[in-house]
């Protein structure tokens, strides 16, 4: 008997219970507490999730009984069990319906004669069938007309359920009463597609256990690193009750058992990242980046939004267990249309291209707030999101493509563009928007076990990494404090992220230092750490979908991993190694044990994350992520060739690395930008941003001023005052002729005396 | 040719009576536009006459003889107004009597 | 003639309809000038009338007889048609699903922009109290005529008070707002009285009552889809009387072209003005087209819905669009109101039953953000004495309490899931792509346009180095918070269970549909 | 060319003339001495139209009493100063271009009447004399004569009255402001 997955609204209300208590009497308990009641929050969170990942393992059932042990375990009515499609799950889909969200257009009962009548007949239930159809089509009319030729005695409502005996009139009797369905046929008038009930449900399988896991485990590490990352803020309870929320909106996202509860989450982890971005308000920059954060992604859910109307008109449903299984009843256009508009949400969620650009903005944020949400689990929405509805993207080898090729060309950009960064945070960024990109890649070709196993190691060695960051920028912080002097901020860059000031720190920060070393091989993609493991199943499988342009893809692929290295190796250099380029560095600090607790239980995570070993440990992946996603066997492969291949790109990536910023005191005169015409348009990000200025930004507010001065108030507003005003003129001349002066009227008989003989010329000519 | 057709008297009277109307409207000296008043029924009076030789109708002439008497009186009651207007205001412009009382 | 579901023989809801006005008189009858006994009794009055109506949708049962529009009104007073005036008009009040919820949301913000209006009004308070309780009861009668001429009467009644309020009580071009506003409405209103009694000449056989009226409306197309020699209405004439009644209620919403009344009217009107100017009056519009426009001329509805849902479109594109350039924090919301009615139009005149349930709960949703909205711009206004956009800056260190309560707010107002806007956006779309998919996907951008203004807007408020102002301003009174409280809490409770409004709106708009859809059929014939 | 038509040119265009120099003189005397000699060049016109009664009538009452009544009342009143500036705007430019049309339209009406190009026949002696215009006024048009001469009577007191009443209930400081 499962006693914790029942407890699965309780996930979701732990973190959801820490906003409301936090927002009701956070004030009364201090930002300390506050801190502690969010950490207390998401931690607990996490422990149910663990036993309910624990429990939902103990449901493997053969798959013949597949169900009836869930429906069992489930006393409560509003939970059933869904048999997904494809090879014979092992494990139940577990549903459960909270509450019924929206219901519209609720079937109607019809009335129809079950034989003639003839006038005068008195109508009584028995002779009426009562079908219950989507709508009653002519009857609420026929009632209303009648009514007015009072041809009812009873002037009683026509085919209202007939509670009352009526009298029939002669109209009713031509009309046989039988105006229902068969008479009156639609023309050309848009049908209903039937009664439109929405329910806010969740859903449980492998996916989102695995998800849960990441979300709960990752966010409680990032809590207990708030605490102490956070300490001196004095809006700390702000800080925390956004990320509580945050939590509570992600684990929507992943648990939400249909495509409108997942866009609640959607939307609502956009909101938080809008807000945790702009978190230090004060500063404008700041709020700029969390408002474009807000607006690129709305853009990316416009797309996600029709896809649902797309999808809703097709089925009649948003809830995963009635279109996935349906969804190869897609076709044409629809079929193409709707996972395009789905990665059109996910482009913008998961910054690919070309709704990217938000991502290194979105550094602005808290440090740990950029490893949550900015690396671990919001941006990897997206990928989550395809995941899901596989289904409809195995519909359509076309947008199936499409993911990969905008996954392909967004790792290998951003890699690119990541190689002249400075900032400690922006290479991370730039490296998160290509890694996502590496996913796109990988569930773009059918791979979305290695998508969806990527996306969990690269939580682990990015939180990692980004935390790392931000204990390494503390320790900067620290030791300018204790030099007295703050090194000069460089090209605006604050100086405790510029890498140029930094230089050395393995020695001064040693378990930051260490746990950031592993982070940044496990990102390089250096055997054994977990993101070898991820990065060479999405090669490997990205070769074995076949055909020109994945091969194509995997050349991309194993570039941008050569890419990886290189800049993960230039930024390790610049940061742990060598001499410490400024005082601040040379007399850093360490972190306190609140903020580094986290990053070695990460750094183990990065290790140990993507062993093969794992799983039949019983790990959710990858087999029984498989179970979900559909089983995928890579044939006619020499996966150990494939393997040292990759292996090969990244030591050589790491090698040019050290050959460029590890052999010898780095040039910082050539960095950001300095370093010829290529590295001038990569420190410029390709210019993107500036296009989508000059292209959309600038246009947008220049009409909007021209609509509203000159459209406006010229036009619209102009035509309105015009008439108005011409008619208090023309009342104004009028009014003088009436003013009783005998001129006015003289001239009035003279022109009408004019008029006249005119008028005789016209008549009698 | 001897005579002066018809037409020509017509057209002579028009012209007096547009001049005369336009002293009526483009004047605002009341006493003015009373003179303008009796140039316009000067020019319809000659139109009678000039019809009255046209048909060699002696009608014509009465009713000038009548339309003369009428004058008269339009200008006696019309000056006795100006005189009254010029004591009420103290100004005799056509455009101040613009209110029926006071 | 009607029977309804909760007759009780108590006129609950002409009480609750008129107990405003009684309050009114109450109020001009006191002798002395005493503020707070005046402010007793319109709170009192307009408490009972929130009571009543609270009560009244709690029990409306959205599952009575639900097959047939006339059945859906309940809580009819009197029970059968009471003869009013001479010539065939009658009195009879009574509540739909639609109705119900508007009549609700009436009362309610009614009564908080009267709790808002006991500081923020300081000269003739008598009569601006008098005058908000006389609106309040127009506006209720409009959602609960049940025979056209009173409906008109309403439709006027409710027009004077809200002209008094704003050209006494308003800003400095108030005369110029007040003008404007009434000649706007009543040259839409003044054709409507024409169709109206046109209607009832030769669809009502002489009766203005509502049924007798569609019923007659109907009939001819049903004689002759069945054959039986009968009455004829002329397709130009119905065209013509639909354009009437679609003028008057297009300049009330208001649709694109006619718009440029709003912006005047709210950035000159009192705050609680503005608040049940855009909260509730505007929808007087919508609901004339869902209660009369649509359900008389189903045929004509249908030939002209993409001209609507182009106008609406545009609506909801061009009010954003200019929204966006504002730097007035009140016109601001103003044009984004324009741009929020678009989508309830998108809802309506999508023409079925999710569009329409989701454009009549958008309505609630628009009244209660938006009533919201002005209340806060009301706030800030009266301790600033300004709302230029510009003078304001990182507000949110100064007024934290104010920026938590107007971030809910705006999140509901570009339609964040979780609130309430979210849920009346996505039906209203739903409808219209359902519709007509071009315009549902360009009534969608709404979304994005609405987050651009709204925190542009919220960025230069209350983000950002602080400004002077900003500094020197204190937060919310407990008595503020008690009036934003209430609307805050149902914007998240509609946003996550809105099942108390949607159940009575959609067991209506699901018969209204079909009986539109059916009408259209039988009218066009097969 | 007869001296009848020569008359007629002449003393038209002198008429016109003096018409004109009438309306737009600025000092009523002037004016008045102006629409004296108007008058008597009608006279003129009257006589070429064989009608010497009513040129006789014509200066005797216009030129004689009238124009006496007109210069009294101009004597009394004295000079005034006029504004120029119209009160109503565009009067100026719709009565010119009224009195331009009306006047263009009668001619042209007048140009085209049949009757336009008819010559004065030949006369017996005694037309337009005074014997042949006092037979028509006291055989057939006795009855209108009789009620010119009340409505004389009528004017006359009218004009007594209007005078002396507004001398009586008038005060101009009430009026005046």
């Known amino acids: 008997m499962p006693t914790f997955i029942p407890l699965l609204p309780l996930v979701l209300a732990l973190p959801l219970a820490g906003v409301v208590l936090l927002v009701l009497f956070g004030g009364r308990i201090g930002g300390r507490a506050s801190g502690w009641l969010a950490t207390t929050m998401v931690g607990f969170a996490f422990l149910l999730s663990l036993a309910i990942a624990f429990e939902y393992e103990g449901l493997r059932e053969a798959p013949a009984s597949s169900g009836t042990e869930a429906d069992h375990a489930l006393d409560d009515e509003g939970s059933h069990s869904v048999e997904e499609h494809g090879a014979s799950p092992e494990w139940p889909v577990i549903e459960r319906k909270l509450w019924r969200w929206m219901r519209v257009n609720r079937s109607l009962p019809l009335v129809v004669a079950a034989e003639p009548l003839a006038v005068g007949d008195t109508i009584d239930e028995t002779m009426l069938d009562i079908v219950d159809v989507p709508y009653t089509d002519a009857l609420g009319i026929l009632d209303l007309s009648i009514s007015v030729h009072r041809m009812w005695s009873a002037d009683q409502a026509l085919g209202l359920v007939a509670r009352d005996a009526i009298e029939v009139g002669e109209v009713l009797s031509d009309m046989n009463v039988s105006a229902g369905a068969d008479q009156i046929r639609p023309l050309g008038i848009p049908e209903a597609v039937g009664d439109f009930s929405l329910d806010v449900g969740l859903r449980l399988d492998w996916l989102s256990v695995l998800m849960l896991l990441v979300i709960t485990g990752v966010g409680f590490l990032i809590h207990i690193y708030s605490t102490g990352y956070m300490a001196h803020d004095p809006d700390r309870r702000r800080y925390f009750t956004y990320l509580n929320l945050f939590v509570f909106s992600m684990l929507v996202l992943v648990l939400g058992s249909s495509f409108l509860t997942l866009f609640v989450g959607w939307e609502l982890v956009g909101a938080c990242s809008y807000l945790l971005i702009g978190f230090w308000h004060r500063s404008e920059a700041n709020a700029s980046a969390g408002r474009k954060a807000f607006i690129v992604n709305r853009i990316g859910d416009l797309a996600f939004l029709v896809g649902m109307m797309l999808l809703w008109t097709h089925f009649g449903s948003l809830a995963f267990g009635d279109v996935l299984p349906r969804a190869a009843e897609l076709t044409g256009l629809a079929a193409i249309a709707a996972p395009l508009l789905l990665l059109g949400g996910a482009t913008g969620k998961s910054a690919q291209i070309p709704l990217y650009v938000w991502l290194p903005d979105a550094m602005a944020g808290p440090t740990p707030v950029s490893a949550l949400i900015h690396a671990a689990t919001m941006v990897t929405a997206g990928v989550y999101m395809i995941a899901r509805v596989h289904p409809l993207f195995d519909n359509a080898p076309g947008a199936m493509a499409a993911v990969a090729v905008v996954g392909g060309a967004t790792a290998l950009i951003a890699a690119l563009i990541a190689l002249v960064q400075v900032d400690i945070k922006r290479v991370l960024a730039y490296s998160t928007v290509s890694q996502l990109g590496y996913m796109f890649m990988a569930v773009g070709s059918g791979a979305y076990v290695a998508g969806v196993f990527h996306l969990m190691t690269h939580a682990f060695f990015k939180a990692l990494l980004f935390l790392g960051a931000g204990s390494l920028m503390h320790a900067m912080e620290h030791g300018a404090e204790h030099a007295g002097e703050h090194p000069e901020a460089l090209d605006g860059i604050p100086y405790e992220q510029d890498m140029r000031h930094m230089g050395g720190l393995l020695r001064r920060a040693p378990r930051t230092g260490w746990t950031f070393l592993i982070g940044g091989l496990a990102l390089a993609g250096v055997f054994p750490l977990a993101g070898f493991w991820s990065k060479d199943e999405i090669l490997l499988e990205v070769l074995a979908h076949g055909g020109g342009l994945y091969t194509a893809l995997y050349a991309v692929g194993l570039l941008t991993a050569f890419l990886t290295a290189l800049y993960t190796g230039r930024q390790l250099l610049l940061v742990l190694f060598g001499e410490p380029r400024s005082e601040a560095a040379a007399q850093a600090g360490e972190s306190p044990l609140s903020m580094t607790v986290p990053l070695i239980v990460l750094a183990v995570l990065s290790i140990v994350g993507g062993l093969p070993v794992l799983s039949a440990l019983g790990a959710p992946f990858p087999e029984r992520l498989g179970d979900v996603l559909g089983h995928h066997a890579v044939e006619g492969l020499d996966k150990i060739v494939l393997a040292l291949i990759a292996s090969a790109a990244a030591l050589a990536g790491l090698g040019l690395a050290w050959w460029m910023y590890g052999r010898r005191v780095p040039d910082l005169g050539l960095m950001a930008g300095r370093a010829g015409a290529a590295s001038r348009v990569l420190w410029g990000k390709l210019y993107v941003d500036e296009a989508y200025h000059i292209l959309f930004v600038a246009p947008f507010v220049r009409i909007a001023r021209v609509l509203w001065k000159f459209v406006d108030n010229g036009l619209v507003d102009g035509a309105v005052n015009g008439v108005g005003r011409s008619l208090l003129a023309a009342g104004q001349w009028s009014r003088r002729w009436q003013g009783g002066r005998v001129r006015g009227y003289g001239l009035s008989i003279l022109l009408g005396a004019a008029l006249m003989v005119a008028w005789l010329f016209v008549a009698a000519p | 040719m001897n005579a002066v057709p018809l037409g020509h008297w017509l057209l002579l009277t028009t012209a007096l009576f547009g001049v005369g109307a336009a002293g009526v409207l483009l004047r605002r000296n009341v006493m003015i536009v009373l003179m303008s008043v009796e140039l316009m029924l000067n020019a319809v009076n000659i139109a009678l006459v000039a019809a009255a030789r046209a048909h060699g109708q002696i009608e014509g002439q009465l009713f000038v003889f009548f339309s003369l008497t009428v004058a008269a009186a339009e200008v006696a009651v019309g000056l006795a107004l100006v005189v009254a207007i010029w004591r009420s205001l103290g100004r005799t412009d056509v455009d101040d009597v613009s209110v029926m009382h006071g | 003639m009607l029977e309804t579901a909760n007759a009780q023989g108590f006129p609950l809801l002409s009480l609750t309809v008129f107990l405003p006005l009684a309050g009114a008189v109450l109020i001009a009858l006191m002798p002395k000038r005493h503020p707070l006994l005046d402010f007793a009794i319109a709170i009192m009055t307009a408490g009972a009338a929130f009571a009543l109506s609270t009560g009244m949708l709690a029990g409306y049962d959205s599952d009575w007889m639900v097959n047939s529009p006339r059945a859906a009104f309940q809580f009819a007073d009197p029970a059968t048609p009471a003869r009013w005036l001479p010539g065939g008009i009658t009195f009879q ?62 439709w006027e009644a409710a027009l004077i008070p809200m002209i008094l309020l704003i050209g006494i009580w308003g800003g400095s071009r108030r005369i110029y707002a007040s003008y404007k506003f009434l000649l706007y409405t009543m040259a839409g209103s003044a054709l409507m009285l024409v169709a109206i009694i046109g209607l009832a000449q030769w669809a009502g056989n002489g009766s203005f009552h509502y049924f007798d009226v569609i019923g007659g409306m109907v009939r001819p197309a049903l004689d002759q889809r069945f054959g039986i020699p009968g009455t004829t209405f002329a397709m130009d004439l119905r065209v013509a009387l639909f354009a009437a009644f679609a003028l008057a209620f297009a300049v009330k919403v208001p649709l694109f072209p006619f718009h440029t009344w709003l912006p005047d009217a709210h950035v000159e009107a009192p705050t609680a003005g503005s608040v049940i100017l855009a909260g509730v009056l505007l929808k007087m519009g919508t609901y004339g087209f869902v209660r009369f426009a649509l359900p008389l001329f189903p045929e004509v509805a249908h030939a002209a819905a993409p001209w609507f849902l182009t106008l609406a479109v545009i609506g909801i594109w061009y009010g954003a669009w200019v929204a966006f350039a504002q730097e007035d924090m009140k016109s601001l919301v103003a044009y984004s109101s324009v741009s929020h009615m678009g989508i309830i139009m998108l809802g309506i005149f999508a023409l079925n ?115 002077e102002l900003s500094a020197s301003m204190t937060d919310l009174t407990a008595r503020e918070i008690a009036v934003l409280l209430p609307l805050v809490v149902l914007v998240l409770w509609i946003g996550i269970y809105p099942a108390t409004f949607l159940d ?16 259209a059929e039988v009218a066009v014939g097969p | 060319m007869s001296a009848e038509v020569l008359l007629f040119y002449v003393v038209g265009a002198l008429l016109l003339l003096s018409a004109g120099a009438m309306i737009r003189s600025n000092d009523p005397v002037h004016a008045a001495l102006w629409m004296v000699g108007n008058f008597l060049l009608t006279a003129v016109l009257y006589l070429v139209l064989q009608a010497p009664f009513i040129a006789a009538v014509q200066v005797i009452v216009y030129a004689g009493a009238i124009m006496v009544l007109f210069l009294f009342v101009v004597m009394l009143l004295g000079a005034q100063p006029m504004t120029r500036s119209e009160p109503i705007a565009g009067h100026r430019a719709t009565a010119v271009f009224g009195l331009v049309a009306l006047v263009a339209l009668l001619s042209v009406a007048v140009a085209r009447a049949p009757a336009a190009g008819r010559m004065p026949p030949p006369l017996t002696g005694d037309f337009g004399s005074p014997e042949a215009i006092g037979q028509a006024l006291f055989t057939d048009w006795v009855l209108p004569f009789e009620w010119v001469s009340l409505m004389l009577l009528v004017a006359l007191i009218g004009a007594v009255m209007i005078a002396r009443f507004g001398s009586q209930s008038e005060d101009p400081e009430e009026t005046s402001g």
């Open chain 3, 353 to 467: 039953a999710i569009g329409m349930a989701g454009g009549v709960l958008q309505m609630v949703n628009h009244g209660l953000t938006t009533g919201a909205l002005f209340l806060l711009v009301g706030m800030l206004y009266e301790r600033a004495h300004t709302r230029e956009i510009a003078a304001f800056g990182g507000l949110w260190s100064a007024m934290p309490r104010f920026s938590v309560l107007f971030l809910i707010i705006l999140f509901a107002s570009v339609g964040l899931p979780g609130t309430n806007g979210f849920v009346g956006e996505w039906l209203s779309l739903l409808g219209a792509y359902q519709a007509h998919p071009v315009w549902g996907i360009l009534g969608a951008f709404g979304v994005i346009l609405g987050a651009l203004y709204m925190l542009s807007m919220f960025q230069r408020v209350f983000f950002g180095p602080q400004s």
């Open chain 3, 93 to 154: 009040i009574g509540v739909d699903g639609i109705s119900i919820v508007l009549v609700w949301l009436t009362t309610l913000l009614s009564l908080l922009a009267l709790l808002f209006s006991a500081t923020a009004v300081r000269v003739r308070v008598r009569e601006y109290i008098a005058l908000m309780l006389i609106l309040e009861t127009g506006i209720l009668g409009v959602f609960c005529a049940l025979d056209l001429f009173l409906f008109y009467v309403f």
């Open chain 3, 504 to 519: 009575p709106i959609e067991a209506t708009s699901t018969v209204w549909a079909a009986a539109l859809r059916a009408g």
